[in-house]
């Protein structure tokens, strides 16, 4: 196992990783900005090294300081968390390179899964379900045409380096693709360097429904569930629970069986995510495959018991996962995550600044994972995220009313955050049901 | 004593710095100022400030780095670090340093080397002065804005 | 010293800003204000500013009690409910109030019932003076604590 | 179900049956001293009542106050909690006269367990193992030494009315009992107003192990298992844990129906709890039975996925428990509970005052009971136990290198706490290898 692990994050994932190392006997190194000296994960750390300004690209995106500050501290493994460098091929070759090792998978794996088009087209070789589009980048708008023509309308275009809805366009029909074509090529070279569309059918009211893999270097690939991801704004998930109100045990089995082979597909190592969208009649489709610790593991770790952080510093140091097959996760009750966001509850702009009160629920079935504290100033830089609140009941009934009084207790003051609105979401009709798709935020919002 | 915008001035920086604590005695005025943090303060330099002078620097974390921006001290110069690495004050373990305590230094002038990533970052002096102090050892890591040199400006 | 609007100003900006305490002396006069849970204004700072009133009571909470101590208003004497229950003012539905506003009252002298657990708990006036307030409504649930009567004692 | 539940009681368990309220839909009062204003419970409760001074005879053990309070508040149901009122029979009397529910035992049980040798009596006919001992209460010294003479020294005296350690004398011999005969005496008068005494075998290094029990009206009575709870000081317990290091499923099955004959003997209802003893050759002895809510509810909670305190208002509005057998209570995991005392860590005397700063630990497996937030002034009026610092992991091993995590990511300040204590109990290799008996701490603390 490790001595010494640098976590190449800051907030709440960094404190994850904090535990999960303090729990294995691994000693740790924070990084952090000159705005972070006060960041939770700076002061629970057992050392600490400041690597640049505010600003993540002169600090938290910054791979020499990063690289820097491991081998000054003599760090022999770095975890990336999520965001920032977590998905930076590039990043996990230098680290193995500098003789380190990188708490994720194999770099060829980030970069296969990370382009779009090479992922959708290397797991339909696999026989994992993907939606009716193009076999590869598209050419021309000509050939976007042509193809949409075949498959019928509604389409969608996104970028083979895309990621968070940029370079990604809807479309009804033939005016609406040629106009979106030229609209997303930009979009995409603008945000990834990286111009090449793919085309796909569009589902009109799809579920995201996602499963977590685990992946040893001993060849085992095992799923541990799935989890519901449809509650989104803008792309940002907001609610994600699990087991999915959607998915009997067949369908979780077919679906878990199809992402343990996309995780084949790339070779994969370590913990990751394979998404899919899946329409009303059960059909479902890989969108892509997360390869990283997803900011929602929690709600897994709660219904099966698995330490997936705790899993992936294991996996790393070349063990096996710690259950043998499948049959040996055993999930148990409900979860649901509800993101807490320092927001404005109504223009969803960010709400930096001191938290000067503050009141975490505890209680049975209640799990926080935060940096906050009473006096801590959260820094306008980052992120909005600032605690996970978790619940757990015997089954989604418990969870619910849980969740209702789990917010009711939490109190934060100084900043806004978006509690309320999660207060309101758990009292809809539709979400009390499980009827959701990725639409029901905009329907939400508009009621 | 201050006037009143002075003294609000310094409550809003003792909040905003962290700062644990300011005691000013004026002419038999005496002004006390407590934050939440546990930092020391040089009661000296605000005296001697008069009125609504800022809080002195934080002291030096564990890899002795105050921000950047508050690396004064008795009107001296701090050159700072501007990345994460290991400090060296010659170019090779055989050579002689670059500068030494009491040398005149020119803007631009190379005070010492800063590796990174294997790189050899030569920092330069970014005022003209004297060297007043050699802030890390030899081979020791710094952070980014570790203060590297104090130079009393010309 | 300051005027109050300035020391007002002065604990505003302690709360706001998280800052622990601030003590101000000056010309004999002293300002203490400690942050968070407790502000405490030491009342000579303020008398000399001859503007100055102390800073209002604590809000009421939902039953309407402060803390018996602060139960005082400009040298009005409150007398509080000793316990739990319903504030009546007269010994039965039909008869007159024992005391209403402007009455002059003895120590000793009953000015309500409280009752609880179906015992009727006569309240007797802790002091001797005069009536210029009833605090609850007739029949409405008081706590422990809460002011019944203001009293300006003779 | 109840519309309004009034809670007898302050701090964490306050804030525990707040939780449970809000989950089940009920409104609750929360009553408070005048020292109390600013405690969680009043926070966070629907309404507040003041009922007395900071003193707890004048507020939280004034039975006038507290049914005042529910009367001007219309509360249909009372819950005790633990502590105060929660084993006063007269008190559930009260209660029941006034045409409210208490939220606890019939007063008969809770009055025939509060009488220790009556209990003693009552489970022996039920063929319940009990110590060899008196037969009932004590004529006289005499008897003391006769029976003492005929099981063998040394022995113990404990105070029928007793609880606490007091009204207990210890005794090795003749001259030894004869003394302690009358100390006790004069201690259990001034104590409980009642100096009866019994006579019991005296165990020199027994393991302090309890099972927890529901009993619904329809006359269901299962358990949900054991806690180890022998880390004790002074008979106040520090650390408990389940399952217990010295059980094994046969010992569990045959101690488990022992409690569950003991609850029937008392006719009991609600939730309960049955202390035994056991000695190293695995023999038990039943001690006492609590009739309220333990402290330590929430290590069963954690193992069993089952909320003790909504059991406990569901049972007393009258429906069954909701596993229909012990079967359907399947633990899982191990779960360890620490108490986190205000002391000092040197003296153990009592360290009230304001928190100025506090962080408390969270991430996987992790719960805390707590009524503390930064800011808030512990009053030195009450109990010194502040926050219960849980941990759950998937068996003894992940559960102490967790419990040493969430310890060390526990931040205190203003206030002197027993954290660090709880780290060394962690390193000690006897507590590590679950070697542990009441003697424990005696050990630890003068090694």
């Given at each position: 196992?490790?001595?010494?692990?640098?976590?190449?994050?800051?907030?709440?994932?960094?404190?994850?990783?904090?535990?999960?190392?303090?729990?294995?006997?691994?000693?740790?190194?924070?990084?952090?900005?000159?705005?972070?000296?006060?960041?939770?994960?700076?002061?629970?750390?057992?050392?600490?090294?400041?690597?640049?300004?505010?600003?993540?690209?002169?600090?938290?995106l910054?791979?020499?300081?990063?690289?820097?500050?491991?081998?000054?501290?003599?760090?022999?493994?770095?975890?990336?968390?999520y965001g920032f460098?977590a998905e930076n091929a590039?990043?996990?070759?230098?680290?193995?390179?500098?003789?380190?090792?990188?708490?994720?998978?194999?770099?060829?794996?980030i970069r296969l899964m990370g382009n779009k088009s090479q992922a959708r087209r290397s797991v339909a070789a696999?026989?994992v379900p993907i939606l009716p589009g193009s076999d590869g980048p598209l050419g021309s708008s000509a050939e976007a045409l042509e193809l949409a023509a075949a498959i019928g309308y509604p389409v969608i275009l996104k970028a083979s380096a895309g990621g968070g809805g940029r370079g990604m366009r809807l479309a009804w029909d033939e005016s609406e693709l040629q106009r979106a074509y030229d609209t997303a090529w930009n979009e995409a070279e603008r945000a990834f360097g990286d111009p090449t569309l793919y085309l796909e059918k569009y589902l009109e009211s799809p579920r995201h429904v996602e499963?977590?893999?685990?992946?040893?270097?001993?060849?085992?690939?095992?799923?541990?569930?799935?989890r519901e991801c449809s509650v989104q704004r803008r792309h940002q998930k907001l609610i994600e629970?699990?087991?999915?109100?959607a998915?009997?045990?067949?369908?979780?089995?077919?679906?878990?069986?199809a992402?343990?082979?996309a995780?084949?597909a790339a070779?994969?190592?370590?913990?990751g995510t394979v998404e899919f969208l899946l329409d009303r009649e059960?059909r479902f489709y890989f969108m892509e495959m997360n390869t990283r610790?997803q900011v929602e593991?929690?709600?897994?770790?709660?219904?099966?018991?698995?330490?997936?952080?705790?899993?992936?510093?294991?996996?790393?140091?070349?063990?096996?996962?710690?259950?043998?097959?499948?049959?040996?996760?055993?999930?148990?009750?409900?979860?649901?995550?509800?993101r807490?966001n320092?927001e404005?509850?109504?223009t969803f702009a960010p709400?930096?600044?001191?938290?000067?009160?503050?009141?975490?629920?505890?209680?049975?079935?209640?799990?926080?994972?935060?940096?906050?504290?009473?006096?801590?100033?959260?820094?306008?830089?980052?992120d909005s995220l600032?605690?996970?609140?978790?619940?757990?009941?015997?089954?989604?009934?418990?969870?619910?009313?849980?969740?209702?009084?789990?917010?009711?207790?939490?109190?934060?003051?100084?900043?806004?955050?978006?509690?309320?609105?999660?207060?309101?979401?758990?009292?809809?009709?539709?979400?009390?049901?499980?009827?959701i798709d990725t639409h029901f935020m905009e329907r939400f919002l508009t009621a | 004593?201050?006037?009143?915008?002075?003294?609000?001035?310094?409550?809003?920086?003792?909040?905003?710095?962290?700062?644990?604590?300011?005691?000013?005695?004026?002419?038999?005025?005496?002004?006390?100022?407590?934050?939440?943090?546990?930092?020391?303060?040089?009661?000296?330099?605000?005296?001697?400030?008069?009125?609504?002078?800022?809080?002195?620097?934080?002291?030096?974390?564990?890899?002795?780095?105050?921000?950047?921006?508050?690396?004064?001290?008795?009107?001296?110069?701090?050159?700072?670090?501007?990345?994460?690495?290991?400090?060296?004050?010659?170019?090779?373990?055989?050579?002689?340093?670059?500068?030494?305590?009491?040398?005149?230094?020119?803007?631009?002038?190379?005070?010492?080397?800063?590796?990174?990533?294997?790189?050899?970052?030569?920092?330069?002096?970014?005022?003209?002065?004297?060297?007043?102090?050699?802030?890390?050892?030899?081979?020791?890591?710094?952070?980014?804005?570790?203060?590297?040199?104090?130079?009393?400006?010309?």
């Open positions: 196992m490790f001595s010494k692990v640098l976590i190449a994050n800051r907030g709440e994932i960094a404190v994850r990783i904090i535990a999960a190392c303090r729990e294995l006997g691994i000693a740790t190194v924070a990084v952090h900005s000159a705005a972070d000296r006060e960041c939770l994960h700076a002061r629970l750390a057992d050392e600490t090294v400041c690597i640049g300004p505010a600003e993540s690209t002169g600090s938290y910054n791979i020499s300081s990063v690289m820097s500050a491991a081998q000054i501290t003599g760090a022999d493994a770095i975890h990336p968390g460098l590039r990043f996990a070759e230098i680290v193995h390179e500098c003789g380190l090792t990188f708490i994720g998978p194999p770099p060829e794996a696999s026989e499963f977590q893999i685990l992946a040893d270097r001993q060849g085992r690939v095992i799923h541990l569930g799935e629970e699990s087991p999915s109100p998915l009997g045990p067949e369908l979780r089995a077919e679906m878990g069986k992402a343990v082979a995780a084949r070779r994969y190592e370590n913990a059960g610790i593991h929690p709600v897994t770790e709660l219904v099966t018991g698995v330490d997936l952080v705790k899993e992936q510093l294991r996996i790393a140091a070349g063990k096996p996962v710690s259950m043998a097959k499948r049959t040996q996760v055993r999930p148990h009750g409900h979860a649901i995550e509800f807490i320092a404005d509850p109504r709400s930096p600044g001191r938290v000067s009160h503050l009141v975490m629920p505890g209680g049975p079935g209640v799990r926080v994972d935060s940096h906050l504290y009473a006096g801590y100033t959260v820094p306008p830089n980052y600032v605690a996970k609140l978790l619940v757990h009941g015997r089954d989604r009934h418990e969870a619910l009313v849980r969740g209702r009084r789990a917010l009711a207790m939490l109190r934060v003051e100084g900043i806004s955050t978006n509690a309320e609105m999660h207060q309101r979401i758990l009292e809809d009709e539709d979400f009390q049901a499980g009827r | 004593m201050f006037k009143f915008e002075e003294i609000c001035e310094l409550i809003r920086l003792v909040g905003s710095t962290g700062v644990s604590k300011v005691e000013i005695e004026h002419a038999g005025s005496r002004l006390h100022v407590e934050g939440a943090a546990h930092v020391v303060v040089t009661p000296g330099a605000v005296a001697q400030a008069g009125a609504g002078a800022p809080p002195p620097a934080a002291p030096a974390p564990a890899h002795g780095a105050p921000p950047p921006a508050a690396a004064e001290d008795d009107g001296l110069h701090a050159v700072v670090s501007p990345i994460v690495g290991t400090f060296y004050r010659a170019p090779n373990p055989d050579a002689d340093p670059y500068v030494k305590v009491g040398d005149f230094v020119e803007r631009g002038q190379v005070l010492c080397i800063v590796e990174a990533m294997k790189l050899m970052n030569e920092i330069e002096c970014d005022v003209r002065g004297t060297v007043m102090k050699v802030m890390p050892e030899n081979a020791q890591p710094v952070e980014y804005g570790a203060p590297l040199f104090m130079i009393r400006p010309a």
